[in-house]
């Protein structure tokens, strides 16, 4: 892939600059809190998202955050089940970090004003998801625990003298002297730009969704921050693994709006559409199967009927009971004009979750000194080939104090912010809106939950002829969104391509079974290539 190291053209020189301590770009839950436990060492920290701070993954998330709670769970029996859903290729040492600082990190969420269901009794009620042993996930408002985080947190960083917000806002490169990053190139809402400068800089950008037609994530994750870090010369690992949710709503003209695994986990059945219950066919675990054993069966069965859904069917539950486990899945539904209690609902599998990313140490920290990642964004090892339910919100929290940790020992970087420069080019001629269309299409015809290596070689062919793109002067935040979705279409699909097994959430139809020869990571750095990583790295 020939990826230009900046994707705007600008000059330094005529740059206007604002300086800070730390550059956060991303206000989800990774950002926000990092920014805060920045605050408190007295940083001054700027937080930059290209939507308002209402806006991210962070406020979809509906399941919850997994941390150890309850007396009979301890931080081991976290760990075995991280470990065991990530295949063979979590880094051991991330899981530790996760699952003995998560709880305390909790806690800080506590005291930052974020309220958790509790019991009667007034203690924390604990839910059990899929493939957790135990029951250890924290959640908000039944099934809103996202909105009700980012509540809190933006409560607290909107009244924070230490923080400055600048929202609408887009980060579209970060610049870089000699392997230093020095802070970020920002298009502000007028179209202008603005260098902001720091010691530290922090990618908080989310997922990469919006790579497929079908996502639940919001239009904003279109993987930024990978494809930024990338073009600065960062390491990116572990791509092909993207997480599928089995059942987002499958409607004409809806979003697709998650309808959480804790509804098959309350007791709905799959369907197809002759109303035949089928996952019997799949799985011994029925409805329960992991994941994206459930995703394919579903695929099945659409291609068997010839349908675009399947029906999830909680119809045979007490209704009383259903509406008060998910008033937010109850409500949403029912602006559909479908009534969780009385009809079954069309779902369908959808994009959810990218486990890949920026590769980070045990501190946050990339390969690019003064560069950090956090997040979605991130790749700390912590999920391997797939991610434990409820396991991402606690890794934003927990690596986020890291992160402020190790950025409160770092000195000011001198930053002689003279070296970077671009050439001038051509004007992009041509609309990205269709081309982004054809490229989610792509994307989710060949690069899906199923994938063989003739269609990858399909989707790459593909994906390389729009690369003329890379070429073009850019200028607006949608252009720069179409770049870093091809930049992470191409390394996912690469990655693909390579990874000649099935393994957590990659499957291959012409490699159905999981291989040892491949226990290691894939890593894409700009200027060397692929670089194939062993296991274990931090042992
Ligand atoms: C529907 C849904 C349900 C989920 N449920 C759960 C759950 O129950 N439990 C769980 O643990 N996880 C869940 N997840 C996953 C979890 O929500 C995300 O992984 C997590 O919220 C990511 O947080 P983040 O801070 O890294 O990114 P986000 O919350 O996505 O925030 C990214 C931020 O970066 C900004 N940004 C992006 N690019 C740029 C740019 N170029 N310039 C400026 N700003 C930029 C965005 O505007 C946004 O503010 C769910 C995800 C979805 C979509």
Known sequence: MTVPRYLSSFSLDELPRQDFDVIIAGGGIAGLYTALCLSSTHHKVLIIAKHSLLDSNTRYAQGGIAAVFSDDDAPEYHLQDTLLAGAGLCDPKAVEVLVHEGPACVQDLMRLGTNFDTKQDGSIALTMEGAHSRRRILHAKGDATGSE???????QVKGDPHITVWEDHYVIDLITHEEVCLGALVLRPDGSQVLAAGKATVLCTGGAGQLYRCTTNPEAATGDGIAIAYRAGAYVRDMEFVQFHP?????????????????????????????????????????????????????????????????LDITHEDPERVRARFPTIYATCLRYGLDLTKDRIPVAPAAHYMMGGIKTDLSGETNIKGLFACGEAASTGVHGANRLASNSLTEAIVFGRRIAQRISELKAAASPLTAASQEHRDPLTMPVAEKQRHLQETMLRYVGVRRHASTLKIALEELRSHQVIFSAKLRTREEYEYANLLTCALLTTEAALLREESRGGHYREDYPEQDDAWLRHLVFQREIGIVEEPIYEHA
């Open 149 to 155: 985080i980012i509540r809190a947190l933006s409560e």
């Open 247 to 311: 059942t987002a709503l499958s409607l004409p003209d809806a979003p697709r709006f998650l309808i959480s695994e804790a509804v098959r986990g309350e007791g709905a059945w799959l369907r197809n559409i002759h109303g035949e219950r089928f996952m019997a066919r799949y799985h011994p675990m029925l409805e329960l199967a992991p994941r994206d054993v459930v995703a394919r069966a579903i695929i099945s069965e659409m291609e068997a009927t010839g349908a675009d859904f399947v029906y």
